[in-house]
């Protein structure tokens, strides 16, 4: 292992290596990444690939938004397929609240210039076959939304970013960091230390002991998510679906598989991830009531992973305050696959030239010093 | 046969296992998300077994530390969605 860095950045999730490959391209490219386990073991290679531009916070929807036009042409940019499907995002909702929210959703996101509208339950059967749209009050759709192959997109960066010079650490955990004058001199690990330029803290749900051991305290916490996938069937949708009600979300793959998942609001926080009947039961039970005909498939297997969830359920992005050269890049609270190439560009434009986006000022540690406004449409 | 199929789901065969070891992927769960082997049908019955082997042969470690190193999803054989719908408050 190198003895320093420009760069080290703690994680080899989506935040992680697209960091590492933006950087790289632009020219930094002394970047050494640490990975406890292997590329994609967390929560990026656990989730399901959904990029939904549907949110409700202009940073969010802007990042969002930034992060398609890069999705758009990132198989041809990586060299590498990722298994990239704009077949837009279908979003559910049951109750005239929920519709009314729609409403409002819709026009700032009209505003900020996104594609999408409001439907009628009458429409929705033109977007995904087989619905029941007795089930439903309204929905939206965003046709520039889609998913991708979290594996593959890992893979796709990690190569192309360690083409350009980067260096990958697998099995280096970080167990201490250094913390003199105001920066993080040190970041200690179980392979040795290496002195950084800048530290950036992209460990998912562990970034909150990650920063602990600098003495910055932050309130991300670690919540389980389930997820399934059943047997391939013919391609019948190319859209990821989303409940507003349930928090129930669903797509077809590459592969021809259903997969999906659903929020449960009795989650605890913790690190628990194992799979349970009761995640089974209620997302297959509201899989078939919007969809009848996908009762006659057969569960191929099911797994979990941990939302990094912040109090407002957007991530905390950016230098951190009292220490400059320890960036933070967590807290993405379920959308961290959708946004980080985005992130990783403002990311970039701080740590190259210190210059500090609009977004990337209001995602900063200190907005929970004061008010804020939340995130409403968190889905899974 | 000159190359034989290791994985018959997702029809992978050793030469490329064989590669994708060369190219670093030295552990169980990667070789499994970067080749899909064991996300088939099977869910890995038939085709684990076989890249544990070649795995520990190829990088020299014993097959029991090899093994250890994959996670077992439930179900363990596709199993009817029909199975688990209504009565959603067990479990």
């Known amino acids: 292992m190198r003895a320093s860095a420009d760069v080290v950045i703690i994680g080899a999730g989506i935040t992680g290596v697209a960091l590492a490959y933006t950087l790289a391209r632009r020219g930094v490219r002394d970047v050494v990444i640490l990975e406890r386990s292997f590329p994609g073991a967390g929560a990026t290679g656990r989730c399901g690939g959904g990029i939904r531009q549907q949110f409700t916070t202009a940073p969010n929807i802007r990042l969002a938004m930034g992060s398609v036009e890069i999705y758009e042409q990132l198989s041809q940019e990586l060299d590498y397929d990722i298994e990239y499907v704009q077949g837009g995002y279908l979003v559910l909702a049951e109750t005239a609240e929920e519709v009314a929210l729609q409403r409002r959703a819709v026009a700032l996101q009209n505003e900020l210039g996104l594609p999408s509208r409001t439907l009628t339950p009458e429409e929705v059967p033109e977007?995904?076959?087989?619905?029941?749209?007795?089930?439903?009050?309204?929905?939206?759709?965003?046709p520039t939304d889609g998913h991708a192959n979290p594996f593959r997109v890992v893979e796709g960066y990690?190569?192309?970013?360690?083409?350009?010079?980067?260096?990958?650490?697998k099995g280096t955990e970080v167990v201490g960091l250094e913390v003199k004058g105001g920066r993080v001199t040190r970041v200690m690990t179980n392979r040795g230390p290496i002195s950084p330029g800048v530290v950036v803290n992209a460990a998912g749900a562990w970034s909150r002991q990650i920063a602990h051991m600098a003495g910055v305290e932050l309130p991300n916490q670690p919540v389980r998510h389930e997820i399934l996938v059943t047997e391939s069937v013919q391609p019948f949708t190319e859209v990821m679906v989303i409940s507003l009600h349930t928090g129930i979300y669903f797509s077809q793959t590459a592969q021809g598989q259903i997969l999906g998942g659903i929020g449960d609001p009795e989650e605890r926080p913790g690190y628990e991830i194992r799979s349970s009947l009761k995640f089974l039961r209620r997302f297959l039970s509201e899989l078939v009531r919007h969809l009848p005909a996908l009762g006659q498939l057969s569960v191929l297997r099911q797994w979990a992973g941990l939302y990094d969830v912040t109090p407002d359920a957007q991530p905390i992005l950016g230098p951190t305050p009292g220490l400059p050269n320890f960036i933070q890049a967590n807290g993405y609270s379920g959308h961290g696959f959708m946004i980080a190439p985005k992130v990783a560009e403002i990311l970039a434009d701080y740590i190259e030239r210190g210059e500090v986006s609009e977004d990337l000022a209001r995602l900063s540690l200190a907005r929970f010093e004061g008010e804020v406004e939340g995130e409403a449409f968190v889905v899974g | 046969m000159d190359d034989p199929i290791v994985c018959r789901c997702e029809e992978v065969t050793l030469s490329q296992v064989e590669r994708a070891i060369d190219e670093g992927y030295d552990t169980l769960e990667e070789l499994k998300r970067h080749l899909r082997m064991g996300m088939g049908p099977c869910q890995g019955r038939t085709c684990l077994p076989l890249l544990a082997r070649i795995l520990a042969r190829e990088t020299g470690r014993p097959l029991e530390e090899v093994m250890r190193e994959v996670s077992i999803r439930p179900p363990l054989a596709p199993a009817p969605v029909t199975l688990f719908l209504g009565g959603a408050d067990e479990g």
């Open chain 1, 127 to 142: 977007i995904v076959p087989l619905f029941d749209t007795s089930t439903i009050a309204g929905a939206t759709f965003c």
């Open chain 1, 158 to 169: 990690l190569r192309a970013a360690r083409r350009l010079g980067v260096a990958l650490e």
